[in-house]
């Protein structure tokens, strides 16, 4: 995920920080879902708070799924240690 992690400052709901900016939110709701939230637009439903954290960064950084993230990582990895 890069600089963005997730921290709990004790609120009802944990913060999505990108360095040391907070940029985010996860909130637990009443059903049992967790939503991620980035500059106010809900973009992640999950059923873990960790699962939420991880759909909500990987959607803002303009990809599908968690997954194609990981995808995309692995392959700049891969490149930059063929220069090396």
Not at 18 to 26: A, S
Not at 34 to 58: D, H, Q
Not at 67 to 75: F, H, I, P, T
């Amino acid at each position: 995920m890069g600089a963005y992690r997730l921290r709990d400052d004790g609120y009802p709901f944990k913060k999505i920080m990108h360095g040391k900016k907070w940029v985010g939110r996860v909130i637990h709701h009443a059903d049992g879902s967790y939503r991620g939230y980035i500059n106010k637009i809900e973009l992640s439903t999950a059923t873990t708070c960790v699962g939420a954290f991880e759909s909500a960064v990987a959607k803002h950084l303009g990809h599908d799924s968690v997954e194609s993230l990981d995808d995309n990582n692995r392959q700049v990895r891969a490149v930059r240690k063929v220069r090396q």
